[in-house]
């Protein structure tokens, strides 16, 4: 059966990366990746058969349209993210490209990543996302987008997979996806990292600066916990989305008005060896968010690391965390509560860690691999 996975495959990591490499390894499926134009794509060896196709912005639907013309697939497996292949225009031509493949007499699997509910849609979600949303950038203007959006991809696709009962639920009762249609299919917790005993004190958030995430939150909580436990540090790993700079300045000027600078550490983009380097020695693992909009990739990666792992108890971290087996969800406002908990109670913190791992034999790359082989074949039949 031969098929092609249309994704990026970036940052290293990514989940297209992860599951891709799984199935290449795990199933005798034939599969192609067409990623965008970005170079470091090659430079993933975890993945075969990468083609470097698209390029973003309004033309990655003629690219990826005259590559399947080339290689006819009998699938075509595509990633649904807002900004992966562009700006705004490239999600309004997003359902076309899918109905141009079913043209082309191919099988359509789209993936949506994140969606959220219709009520949840306000003035303040807005802003969480735009930092200067333009006139038009209304609430019901955005309802109706992503009403459209989902609501085309599902009568285009044969298969639209979700990675969470959750989204599932949002994606057939507010915006019209067949529920015959949809499969739920929950995200590889990639193969379990050497662990590393010795813990250093300081508590890690990786991920994108953005606003949604609600960091205020865990650094006025984190202010709180360091006055009793002053040799702990808060690291704020990753990089800034286009966009979001000024959340990321906010950020800084909120840290040094709260005189923590030399205890919250920003250190940028890291590489693969820093982040590596700071998952194992973390003492746990922080995933603060103000709103959630789909299963969380740095969820996935501190589960990979086997740690003891804090989440805001919002949205989707409600059902991919069992509170207090495999993780702690946490009331944003009770982040000095929490942090003192696992730091005074240490056997707690293993016991957690411990859930993590019994988690990750359910959903090790072989399992969600031959669920997805499954998938394709009902399509085959």
């Given at each position: 059966?031969?098929?092609?996975?249309?994704?990026?495959?970036?940052?290293?990591?990514?989940?297209?990366?992860?599951?891709?490499?799984?199935?290449?390894?795990?199933?005798?499926?034939?599969?192609?990746?067409?990623?965008?134009?970005?170079?470091?794509?090659?430079?993933?060896?975890?993945?075969?058969?990468?083609?470097?196709?698209?390029?973003?912005?309004?033309?990655?639907?003629?690219?990826?349209?005259?590559?399947?013309?080339?290689?006819?697939?009998?699938?075509?497996?595509?990633?649904?993210?807002?900004?992966?292949?562009?700006?705004?225009?490239?999600?309004?031509?997003?359902?076309?490209?899918?109905?141009?493949?079913?043209?082309?007499?191919?099988?359509?699997?789209?993936?949506?990543?994140?969606?959220?509910?219709?009520?949840?849609?306000?003035?303040?979600?807005?802003?969480?996302?735009?930092?200067?949303?333009?006139?038009?950038?209304?609430?019901?203007?955005?309802?109706?987008?992503?009403?459209?959006?989902?609501?085309?991809?599902?009568?285009?696709?044969?298969?639209?997979?979700?990675?969470?009962?959750?989204?599932?639920?949002?994606?057939?009762?507010?915006?019209?996806?067949?529920?015959?249609?949809?499969?739920?299919?929950?995200?590889?917790?990639?193969?379990?990292?050497?662990?590393?005993?010795?813990?250093?004190?300081?508590?890690?958030v990786f991920g994108y600066i953005v606003r949604r995430k609600g960091l205020q939150n865990l650094i006025d909580g984190f202010s709180q916990f360091h006055k009793k436990h002053s040799d702990f540090k808060l690291i704020l790993a990753g990089g800034t989305i286009p966009g979001q700079e000024r959340a990321r300045d906010e950020l800084y000027e909120y840290v040094k008005r709260k005189k923590m600078s030399n205890s919250i550490v920003f250190t940028g983009f890291v590489n693969d060896k820093q982040i590596d380097k700071l998952y194992k020695h973390a003492y746990a693992v922080l995933i603060p968010a103000y709103i959630s909009m789909g299963s969380s990739g740095p969820l996935y990666h501190a589960q990979s690391y086997s740690k003891c792992i804090l989440a805001s108890d919002v949205g989707h971290f409600k059902e991919d965390i069992q509170n207090n087996i495999n993780g702690i969800l946490v009331n944003n406002s009770k982040w000095n509560e929490y942090l003192s908990l696992i730091v005074d109670n240490q056997i707690l913190a293993s016991q957690l860690e411990q859930g993590i791992r019994k988690e990750a034999q359910n959903k090790s790359p072989k399992k969600i691999a031959a669920t997805y082989r499954q998938m394709y074949q009902s399509l085959m039949k």
């Open positions: 059966m031969r098929i092609v996975f249309i994704s990026s495959l970036l940052p290293s990591g990514h989940f297209s990366e992860i599951l891709c490499s799984s199935l290449q390894k795990h199933t005798d499926l034939d599969i192609s990746i067409y990623t965008d134009m970005n170079p470091l794509n090659k430079r993933i060896k975890t993945c075969k058969k990468v083609k470097m196709v698209w390029r973003k912005g309004p033309w990655f639907m003629i690219d990826i349209l005259k590559q399947l013309q080339r290689d006819k697939p009998a699938l075509a497996h595509i990633q649904q993210e807002l900004n992966m292949y562009g700006g705004g225009v490239t999600v309004l031509l997003f359902p076309l490209l899918l109905f141009c493949i079913k043209l082309m007499n191919i099988r359509v699997v789209t993936t949506i990543h994140a969606a959220v509910y219709k009520k949840e849609i306000d003035n303040t979600f807005v802003s969480l996302f735009l930092m200067k949303p333009p006139w038009y950038m209304r609430p019901f203007v955005l309802k109706f987008i992503f009403n459209s959006l989902f609501l085309l991809i599902s009568w285009f696709s044969d298969i639209v997979v979700s990675h969470s009962n959750m989204l599932e639920d949002i994606l057939t009762k507010d915006y019209g996806v067949q529920k015959h249609k949809s499969w739920v299919i929950r995200t590889i917790i990639p193969k379990l990292k050497r662990l590393i005993r010795q813990k250093d004190h300081y508590f890690l």
